[in-house]
Structure formats: structure tokens, C-alpha cells
């Protein structure tokens, strides 16, 4: 609800705080006073289009600032916090500060919890806090997604739970469907990829590498290029280990164990020479070792032939070609067979999972068939209680033979709320083709069908703060009466704000703001300057007796005008609770 607004150099308004508060307040005042300046003050405030010719003359900006109170948790509080701005928390809501400064140059700045902003997020902000109803301003139930809301939330429970079920099996039938449509526009793509995979696969498993088979081969393949050479330093190693003829020192042999039989002769004499006899038997038995794994060693060179070489190069050059084309080594040319084959088999199951997929799309598509007509059926329903409803406020609104007719036309296909088309169409008498809200309709029409909507939706769709302009324009009597009652009652559920000229629809404000213009004159108190400003003040009671027989009858101190304003204001405390 907005608690405060303040208005500065804005049109013929020098410097004005308007004190609103819950229910329903109206502004009154002569013509030209600057009434509806409070409408464009409001209209900057919810990122309007800016206007240099509204500010006043000789000053040089204008100012709009609204003073929010809202309840912890509302969603443009969340929204204020992620632009920056600061709001001000108390135990039963939040404050909130929404500011607009025009200059003369047509230049504009907005502020949001005392920080700038952009416009866009005011407006934002503003779609979910205000609406206004004027001869300018866009209507709140003008896109077909508003009317269908609308709509929707005025059905209530009897919808919602049906709504609910829908939607999720529209998000199911919406991803399987996507899934489906990539599977298909990308059969050709994923064709190739498997064709690709098999071939690099059949050539990985023809060759059948083995984990680190490569580094084996290579050793090898270096052994076998050096077979003589180490054919030579075997024998030469063998010989000089185990040889009969190796000169006249002899072998390493026989020299070890000549060694072990001169100490173990003296043994006896010395412990420590007893040692080393033992040491040189090992050393003997492990020299006897070497020499028999260097004769093997030898004999095995003499079996790998120049065939053996050959047979692993070949091998290598296999195994070479896999590692250029797909790994860096053997090892990792494994892992990527295996995660290719894995890849593979994903690809061969394609044409099964969009069998099952286009069986599912089907299936779904017919449940969601299904379930949208019983939803149309559901709407159907309200949408003629509704129009019912409004048509009945219409009547009482001096618009007696206009009908809201809201039309319900198959959309073909099932949408994320359905397979309806919803629009809010206004007949403006019997046998007239009813045309879509705000054409057809002078801006006080539309104000009235405006309020008549809102009148029946507030109770199941209320916005917090409602703001009316001419909704009175070109009545009176009773229908006046009716459109003050009107107001009054949706006041119950929400702050409305109303610029009017008609007494009868004032008579209901639960706060009465007046605006009274000066025109200022010269230094001999005659002359008129061309200069005018304009007051704004809140009424008490018997200046509002006064405000309100100025409006009667034009003579504010007529006794007669006031008895009929006094009357009026009695009236009007009635009338809502007959309602």
C-alpha cells in the first residue's frame, strides 16, 4: 500500500505530501487545478514514459516520490534488495522508497530504497504494487496472459489442482518430445559417429594390443639389433667365470675355490680366516650360477634369429599406427577402445529409444488432450460465471447493456496452460460485435469496465494498490452513486485512489484530498502574473462538508449544498454494507 506520496514542481503542483492510507481515498478539486497530476505522479513512479512539459514552469526538474508498505516477504522486496536498494524492516512488513526525478530537460533518474535505478526495474517493481485505470494507461487485463490469470485464479481450487497435474505432464511431454526431435534431426550425424566408432574398433581389435606391449617389444627389438654383441660379452663373461683354458691364472672358478681351500686348510688356527673360507664357498656357488645363466642366456641368443627381429618390427609398426591414430601410448589406446565401445553401444540403441520415445510423446500427447478438455471444461464454467458477474456490475455502472464476454477457442495444440485461447471481449449493447478491452470504449467506459472487473476478481486476484481516472466520466445520479459504492467495495480488499468530480463517489473515501489552485498576482494585487500553483490538503470533516457542496452545487457555503453534502456522506456509510 502506498502510505505516502509527495509530488514537487510536478505541472501546476509547487510542493504537496499526500497522506494515504488503507481503503479508499479520493482526490477532488476544480478544473485545472492539477487533480490528475496525482495520476502522473503515480504513472512516473511505475517507470511511465517521461515528459519535459510536465514540470513546472520555471523550475528546473520535477519529483515523484511514494512512500510502500509491504508485507515481509513480498516479492518486490526481494526484487528492490537484488537491484541495490534499501528497505526498512519492521515487525509487521517492510518499508519501501520508489523516487522519480524529471528535469526540464527531458532527462530522467530513478531511485529505488534511496539508490539509482533503472526505470525498467521501477516498473518491474511496479506491475505487481499498482494499477492504474486511466484514459492513458495501459489496462491491467489487456494480454491474453493477464485475462487467462485472471481467469485461472478466479476458478480457484476447482482449476488449480487439475492446472497442477497438467503442467507436470506437459514438462514430460515437452522433454521427451525435445529428446525425440534430437535423436531424429541428428540420426544422420550420430550414423556417421557410429560408422567411425566400428571401424576404429575392428582395426584396435584386429591388431589386439596388450597393456604395455609396446614397451616390451621395444626392449627386444634393441636386444635382438645387438645379438652379436651380446652374443660375444656372454661367452667372454661365461668363459672368464667357468674356462679350462683361460690362461695360466685360470678361471674366476677356480681361482675363488683354489682361495676357499688355502684358508679352510688353516681354519682351525683362526676363526676369522674360517669366515672368509665360507664367504668365498658362497661366492663360488653364485659364480657357478652366473655362469650357468649366461650359458642359457647364450644358447637362447643362438635360437632368436634375424626372423624374430623382423616379426617384431612388423608387431611395433602395428601397434605404432594405432598409438598415431588414437592414443599416446598402448595403454591409453585401451582406454579409449573401451569408452568408445560403451559410446557404440549407446549409438545402436538409438533406433529402440526412439521407438519408446515416440511411443511416450504419443501416449502423452493424448492424456494431455485429455486432461486440457477437462480444464476447458473447468473454464468454460467460470468464465461464464464471471462474465455474469461483471455484466451485472456493468449494469448497476450505467452501462446497462454492455456484456464482458470472454471467449474460450481451442488453441490445436496443448500449451504449457492448456489448449485454450482466452480473450475478454466487451459488447457495449445487444447485437453490437463485441471488441477486444480497451477499443471501442471511451476512456470513462473503460475505467468503468475496469473497475467492474476488478470489483469481482478482487476477492481472488488483488494487486495492493488501485489508482482511477475519469471512471465517473459521463455519469451522475445514480449510476454516480453505483460507482462509488463500487469503489468503496473493493477498497475492502485493497488501497484505492480515485480522482473524480462527482460528490456522489467522494461521499465514500475513507480519505478526502482536495486541490485548490492560486493565481498569483503583482506587486498591486491585482494584476495577474500567469502564474499559477496548486495546494494540496486532506480534508477533515467539515472542510470535506465544504469540498463536497462545492462540487453539489458550487456554493461551498451554501447551508443547502451542505445539508445535501452532509446527507450524502450518510448515504454513503450505508450503502457499502447493503452491497
Same mark, same amino acid.
Given at each position: 500500500?502506498?502510505?505516502?506520496?509527495?509530488?514537487?514542481?510536478?505541472?501546476?503542483?509547487?510542493?504537496?505530501?499526500?497522506?494515504?492510507?488503507?481503503?479508499?481515498?479520493?482526490?477532488?478539486?476544480?478544473?485545472?487545478?492539477?487533480?490528475?497530476?496525482?495520476?502522473?505522479?503515480?504513472?512516473?513512479?511505475?517507470?511511465?514514459?517521461?515528459?519535459?512539459?510536465?514540470?513546472?514552469?520555471?523550475?528546473?526538474?520535477?519529483?515523484?516520490?511514494?512512500?510502500?508498505?509491504?508485507?515481509?516477504?513480498?516479492?518486490?522486496?526481494?526484487?528492490?534488495?537484488?537491484?541495490?536498494?534499501?528497505?526498512?524492516?519492521?515487525?509487521?512488513?517492510?518499508?519501501?522508497?520508489?523516487?522519480?526525478?524529471?528535469?526540464?530537460?527531458?532527462?530522467?533518474?530513478?531511485?529505488?530504497?534511496?539508490?539509482?535505478?533503472?526505470?525498467?526495474?521501477?516498473?518491474?517493481?511496479?506491475?505487481?504494487?499498482?494499477?492504474?485505470?486511466?484514459?492513458?494507461?495501459?489496462?491491467?487485463?489487456?494480454?491474453?496472459?493477464?485475462?487467462?490469470?485472471?481467469?485461472d485464479k478466479f476458478a480457484g481450487d476447482a482449476l488449480a489442482g487439475p492446472l497442477a497435474a497438467y503442467q507436470e505432464l506437459y514438462g514430460r511431454w515437452k522433454a521427451s518430445q525435445a529428446e525425440l526431435d534430437s535423436l531424429?534431426?541428428?540420426?544422420?550425424?550420430?550414423?556417421?559417429?557410429?560408422?567411425?566408432?566400428?571401424?576404429?574398433?575392428?582395426?584396435?581389435?584386429?591388431?589386439?594390443?596388450?597393456?604395455?606391449?609396446?614397451?616390451?617389444?621395444?626392449?627386444?627389438?634393441?636386444?635382438?639389433?645387438?645379438?652379436?654383441?651380446?652374443?660375444? %660379452? @656372454?661367452?667372454?663373461?661365461?668363459?672368464?667365470?667357468? #674356462? =679350462?683354458?683361460?690362461?695360466? !691364472?685360470?678361471?674366476?672358478? +677356480? $681361482? *675363488?675355490?683354489?682361495?676357499?681351500?688355502?684358508?679352510?686348510?688353516?681354519?682351525?688356527?683362526?676363526?676369522?680366516?674360517?669366515?672368509?673360507?665360507?664367504?668365498?664357498?658362497?661366492?663360488?656357488?653364485?659364480?657357478?650360477?652366473?655362469?650357468?645363466?649366461?650359458?642359457?642366456?647364450?644358447?637362447?641368443?643362438?635360437?632368436?634369429?634375424?626372423?624374430?627381429?623382423?616379426?617384431?618390427?612388423?608387431?611395433?609398426?602395428?601397434?605404432?599406427?594405432?598409438?598415431?591414430?588414437?592414443?599416446?601410448?598402448?595403454?591409453?589406446?585401451?582406454?579409449?577402445?573401451?569408452?568408445?565401445?560403451?559410446?557404440?553401444?549407446?549409438?545402436?540403441?538409438?533406433?529402440?529409444?526412439?521407438?519408446?520415445?515416440?511411443?511416450?510423446?504419443?501416449?502423452?500427447?493424448?492424456?494431455?488432450?485429455?486432461?486440457?478438455?477437462?480444464?476447458?471444461?473447468?473454464?468454460?464454467? %467460470? @468464465?461464464?460465471?464471471?462474465?455474469?458477474?461483471?455484466? #451485472? =456490475?456493468?449494469?448497476?455502472? !450505467?452501462?446497462?447493456?454492455? +456484456? $464482458? *464476454?470472454?471467449?474460450?477457442?481451442?488453441?490445436?495444440?496443448?500449451?504449457?496452460?492448456?489448449?485454450?485461447?482466452?480473450?475478454?471481449?466487451?459488447?457495449?449493447?445487444?447485437?453490437?460485435?463485441?471488441?477486444?478491452?480497451?477499443?471501442?470504449?471511451?476512456?470513462?467506459?473503460?475505467?468503468?469496465?475496469?473497475?467492474?472487473?476488478?470489483?469481482?476478481?478482487?476477492?481472488?486476484?488483488?494487486?495492493?494498490?488501485?489508482?482511477?481516472?475519469?471512471?465517473?466520466?459521463?455519469?451522475?445520479?445514480?449510476?454516480?452513486?453505483?460507482?462509488?459504492?463500487?469503489?468503496?467495495?473493493?477498497?475492502?480488499?485493497?488501497?484505492?485512489?480515485?480522482?473524480?468530480?462527482?460528490?456522489?463517489?467522494?461521499?465514500?473515501?475513507?480519505?478526502?484530498?482536495?486541490?485548490?489552485?492560486?493565481?498569483?498576482?503583482?506587486?498591486?494585487?491585482?494584476?495577474?502574473?500567469?502564474?499559477?500553483?496548486?495546494?494540496?490538503?486532506?480534508?477533515?470533516?467539515?472542510?470535506?462538508?465544504?469540498?463536497?457542496?462545492?462540487?453539489?452545487?458550487?456554493?461551498?457555503?451554501?447551508?443547502?449544498?451542505?445539508?445535501?453534502?452532509?446527507?450524502?456522506?450518510?448515504?454513503?456509510?450505508?450503502?457499502?454494507?447493503?452491497?
Amino acid at each position: 500500500m502506498i502510505e505516502e506520496l509527495r509530488i514537487r514542481d510536478l505541472g501546476v503542483i509547487t510542493d504537496a505530501t499526500l497522506p494515504l492510507g488503507p481503503g479508499l481515498s479520493v482526490v477532488t478539486g476544480e478544473t485545472g487545478a492539477g487533480k490528475t497530476m496525482v495520476v502522473t505522479a503515480v504513472g512516473l513512479l511505475l517507470g511511465a514514459r517521461s515528459d519535459a512539459g510536465a514540470v513546472r514552469s520555471g523550475a528546473k526538474s520535477a519529483t515523484a516520490e511514494a512512500v510502500l508498505k509491504l508485507e515481509s516477504g513480498h516479492p518486490a522486496i526481494a526484487r528492490a534488495l537484488d537491484a541495490g536498494a534499501e528497505a526498512e524492516e519492521f515487525d509487521d512488513g517492510a518499508e519501501l522508497i520508489l523516487a522519480r526525478r524529471l528535469g526540464a530537460d527531458g532527462r530522467s533518474r530513478a531511485f529505488l530504497g534511496g539508490r539509482a535505478a533503472p526505470v525498467g526495474v521501477l516498473a518491474e517493481i511496479g506491475e505487481s504494487l499498482v494499477v492504474v485505470h486511466g484514459q492513458s494507461d495501459q489496462i491491467r487485463l489487456k494480454s491474453a496472459t493477464a485475462q487467462r490469470e485472471a481467469l485461472d485464479k478466479f476458478a480457484g481450487d476447482a482449476l488449480a489442482g487439475p492446472l497442477a497435474a497438467y503442467q507436470e505432464l506437459y514438462g514430460r511431454w515437452k522433454a521427451s518430445q525435445a529428446e525425440l526431435d534430437s535423436l531424429r534431426s541428428a540420426a544422420r550425424d550420430r550414423l556417421r559417429e557410429a560408422e567411425s566408432l566400428e571401424a576404429a574398433l575392428a582395426e584396435i581389435d584386429g591388431v589386439d594390443p596388450q597393456p604395455g606391449e609396446d614397451e616390451l617389444l621395444k626392449a627386444e627389438a634393441v636386444k635382438l639389433a645387438n645379438v652379436e654383441e651380446l652374443r660375444i %660379452a @656372454a661367452s667372454t663373461a661365461h668363459q672368464a667365470l667357468i #674356462a =679350462e683354458d683361460f690362461g695360466e !691364472a685360470g678361471d674366476a672358478t +677356480t $681361482l *675363488v675355490d683354489a682361495a676357499k681351500r688355502t684358508l679352510e686348510h688353516v681354519a682351525e688356527h683362526d676363526a676369522e680366516l674360517g669366515s672368509a673360507a665360507e664367504r668365498l664357498a658362497e661366492v663360488g656357488f653364485l659364480l657357478n650360477d652366473i655362469a650357468t645363466e649366461l650359458a642359457s642366456y647364450q644358447a637362447g641368443l643362438d635360437s632368436e634369429g634375424p626372423e624374430r627381429l623382423a616379426e617384431i618390427e612388423d608387431r611395433r609398426a602395428a601397434l605404432a599406427k594405432l598409438v598415431r591414430k588414437y592414443a599416446p601410448t598402448i595403454d591409453e589406446v585401451l582406454v579409449w577402445a573401451e569408452t568408445a565401445r560403451i559410446r557404440y553401444d549407446e549409438l545402436q540403441d538409438d533406433s529402440s529409444r526412439i521407438e519408446a520415445l515416440d511411443a511416450e510423446v504419443v501416449r502423452a500427447e493424448a492424456e494431455l488432450r485429455k486432461q486440457s478438455a477437462a480444464i476447458s471444461k473447468i473454464r468454460s464454467k %467460470a @468464465a461464464k460465471d464471471l462474465s455474469a458477474r461483471v455484466s #451485472a =456490475e456493468l449494469t448497476a455502472l !450505467a452501462m446497462a447493456d454492455a +456484456t $464482458l *464476454v470472454i471467449n474460450l477457442e481451442s488453441a490445436g495444440q496443448p500449451g504449457p496452460h492448456g489448449a485454450d485461447d482466452i480473450s475478454f471481449l466487451l459488447q457495449p449493447h445487444s447485437g453490437a460485435p463485441a471488441r477486444p478491452l480497451g477499443k471501442g470504449a471511451s476512456g470513462g467506459e473503460l475505467s468503468r469496465v475496469m473497475l467492474a472487473i476488478e470489483v469481482v476478481l478482487a476477492a481472488v486476484d488483488p494487486v495492493p494498490t488501485f489508482v482511477f481516472d475519469e471512471v465517473d466520466a459521463g455519469v451522475g445520479g445514480r449510476a454516480a452513486v453505483e460507482i462509488g459504492r463500487r469503489l468503496a467495495m473493493l477498497a475492502r480488499h485493497v488501497q484505492v485512489l480515485v480522482v473524480t468530480h462527482l460528490p456522489q463517489v467522494a461521499a465514500f473515501a475513507d480519505q478526502h484530498i482536495t486541490v485548490t489552485k492560486t493565481s498569483v498576482r503583482g506587486a498591486d494585487g491585482k494584476t495577474a502574473t500567469g502564474f499559477t500553483s496548486s495546494d494540496v490538503r486532506l480534508l477533515d470533516g467539515p472542510e470535506r462538508v465544504r469540498e463536497l457542496a462545492r462540487m453539489l452545487a458550487g456554493q461551498e457555503d451554501s447551508e443547502s449544498a451542505q445539508a445535501h453534502a452532509r446527507e450524502l456522506l450518510d448515504d454513503a456509510k450505508l450503502l457499502p454494507q447493503r452491497a
